[in-house]
């Protein structure tokens, strides 16, 4: 036996996958996928083959001459979900499983009308990554394994069917319609995704689509007017764009995350809307997992870092590029405290070993090990190695780096060997081990350097005063109050919400970074604002310290505990199992 990953069962000895065919029957009723996978294998294989599953109803395998083959579906295991072992007497090309879905399945989140912006149509859709492939489809789910993919979904005919891939063709066959769809590209099957509701587009570039429900699109279509101009910056830093186009769907406010990467289709939480373009920053996160993440994937999730760190860095160049090198460095004090604020839970929980940047996860849930760390401490260690060589060599380190891993998984040895070979010395100066297996942030991070910035932190605890209010961006609005210790006084929270009306805040960075503050404070008038924001957005990156907080306090923890009780149904499955410990 030769796992490939902690969290697979996928095994270097059988027979490899490397084309899926996929048909899937939406049905909203009973919540439930009737599909169809067939595996095509790198070559034909024989003996057994081991497969990922989650809560997956299995009804049959064949080989490719149709015979039916012997398997068990082993009992599932908390972290990687049931083993699905087939047995393949002699060689076969390919496999078909016929599964069904369970309405449990934990990287699809089912909404009712109620739950999406135009209240008539249900809409459903996928999160994948980092180990929920699974619980859609029967393979080996592993980024070592990638797969090209043809897919075909059955809708209801009033809806749309939208995959993170080529656009084949759409048939409408009585009260149904039929999508098919392309990935010739071979992708992580994290990267599998599908999105199907009452959804339209503009189109905003030439290669660049913007999908929302109606009532949002107008929207969404300004907010994300500047996509086709970082594209173009994201191609001088990093080479050619190899997926065609980069369209993005504007999901229900439910969706877990701020934005995800699904190759073609970046899928994007609707609290980016701020009305500013404030938050075009995620999107520009996404479009650079195009280069770091998805055409070099990290091989399992302990080496999540070599996606995050390097797509926060990419990030940062592209806001550095496109707003100026100030706002660069506001936009990386960001990360900074919230890497520090990481740190400090971590420690507090007594979990030290998740501060470093290479992980050890055997056992451990890649959901439950998610925090800023491999975010902003890679991207600190990415950027000390870039001061150590300097930006023109570190820029032709970047395009070898990806011309030699382009469509591969590696490994955080992978990364440190191939830098070694290419910046002999600079690992050693710059002390990696600290930075790779050390705890917290070694002393020699670089720190960002601006004026704005040591003005916000002149101010302190203090309010500002509304001339100084006034010029601030929301970038510096959030700095400010993401920098306020937690001992901020009651009488401190009223006067700048008497001031500045911060409960009102429709832009949510501000508002949940604002809400924090008055939830540490004390702050009473706040705490309804607080409560309503858990039943409308599912934004994990608001609800977990929103929660944390209230639970924190003896006062609002029953607030807490209602929220959760009241909306958990309504979250994602994966963001109802990360909060249900924090509220527990
Ligand atoms: N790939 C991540 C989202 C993700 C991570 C999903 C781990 C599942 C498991 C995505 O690229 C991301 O980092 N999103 C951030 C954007 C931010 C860093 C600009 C988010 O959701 O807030
Ligand atoms: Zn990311």
């Known amino acids: 036996m030769a796992r490939l990953d902690p969290h697979s069962y996928a095994d270097a000895s059988h027979p490899q996958t490397r084309t899926l065919r996929w048909k899937a029957r939406v049905d909203f009723e009973r919540r439930v996928l009737d599909a169809e996978a067939t595996l095509v294998f790198a070559a034909p294989g024989e003996g057994v083959i081991d497969l990922d599953t ?62 999406t912006a135009g ?21 080996q789910d592993t980024p070592r394994v990638r797969i090209t993919f043809e897919a075909e979904l059955t809708v209801p005919a009033n809806l749309r069917a939208l995959m993170a891939a080529a656009f084949v063709k759409r048939a409408v066959e009585g009260d149904v319609a039929v999508e098919s769809y392309a990935m010739p590209q071979p992708v992580p099957p994290y990267l599998f995704a599908f999105a199907v509701g ?16 109606a009532a949002v699109v107008e929207a969404a279509a300004w907010e994300f007017a500047e996509i086709d101009a970082h594209l173009a910056v994201g191609e001088r830093l990093f080479g050619p764009y190899d997926w065609d186009r980069f369209d993005v769907l504007v999901m229900p406010p439910s969706f877990p995350y701020g934005g995800m990467e699904n190759p073609r289709l970046t899928f994007l939480t609707p609290t980016l809307l701020a009305g500013d373009r404030s938050q075009v920053r995620v999107v520009s996160h996404e479009l650079a997992h195009s280069w770091t993440g998805n055409l070099i994937t990290n091989a399992n999730a302990e080496h999540f870092w070599l996606n995050e760190g390097w797509t926060r860095y990419a990030e940062l160049r592209i806001v550095e590029a496109t707003e100026g090198v100030e706002a660069g460095a506001l936009h990386a004090a960001l990360g900074r405290r919230g890497l520090d604020r990481a740190i400090e839970r971590f420690v507090k929980e007594g979990r030290p070993e998740l501060t470093k940047l290479r992980t050890h996860l055997a056992g451990v849930d890649p959901d439950d090990a998610f925090s800023e760390v491999p975010y902003d401490k890679g991207c600190l260690f990415i950027l000390a190695l870039e001061a150590h060589v300097g930006r023109a060599r570190f820029e032709r380190f970047i395009r070898a780096y990806i011309e030699t891993f382009r469509f591969g998984a590696i490994t955080t040895e992978d990364f440190l060997a191939f830098t070694e070979r290419e910046l002999p010395g600079a690992l050693a100066a710059i002390d990696a081990p600290a930075w790779i297996d050390g705890h917290g942030v070694p002393a020699n991070a670089p720190a960002s350097k601006s004026a704005l910035l040591d003005a916000i932190g002149a101010l302190g605890a203090r309010v500002p005063d509304a001339d100084t209010a006034a010029r601030w961006s929301p970038t510096e609005w959030q700095l400010y109050l993401e920098a306020m210790p937690d001992t901020v006084t009651r009488e401190t929270a009223e006067a700048l919400d008497a001031r500045y009306h911060l409960t009102q805040k429709s832009a949510y960075e501000i508002l949940v970074a604002w809400l924090l503050v008055a939830v540490r404070a004390g702050y009473e008038p706040a705490l309804p604002r607080a409560e309503s924001l858990l039943g409308e957005v599912g934004r994990m990156k608001y609800l977990k310290p929103l929660y944390r907080a209230l639970m924190d306090r003896a006062d609002t923890a029953p607030i807490a505990r209602r929220a959760f009780a009241r909306h958990a149904a309504s979250y994602h499955p994966i963001a109802r199992m990360v909060i249900a410990p924090i509220v527990g």
């Open 54 to 115: 989650r809560a997956l109803a299995v009804q049959s395998v064949v080989d490719d001459a149709g015979r039916a083959l012997p398997f068990t579906l082993d009992a599932p295991d908390g972290v990687l979900g049931a083993r699905l072992s087939v047995t393949l007497p002699s060689p076969t090309g390919s496999i078909t499983v016929r599964y069904r879905t369970s309405p449990e399945a934990t990287a699809l989140q089912w909404l009712t009308p109620e739950q």
């Open 119 to 139: 209240k008539k149509a249900p809409f459903l859709f996928s999160q994948c990554q980092a180990i929920h492939a699974r619980s859609v489809v029967p393979l």
């Open 198 to 213: 009452d959804v339209v587009f503009r189109d905003v570039g030439p290669r660049s689509r913007v999908w929302a429900e």
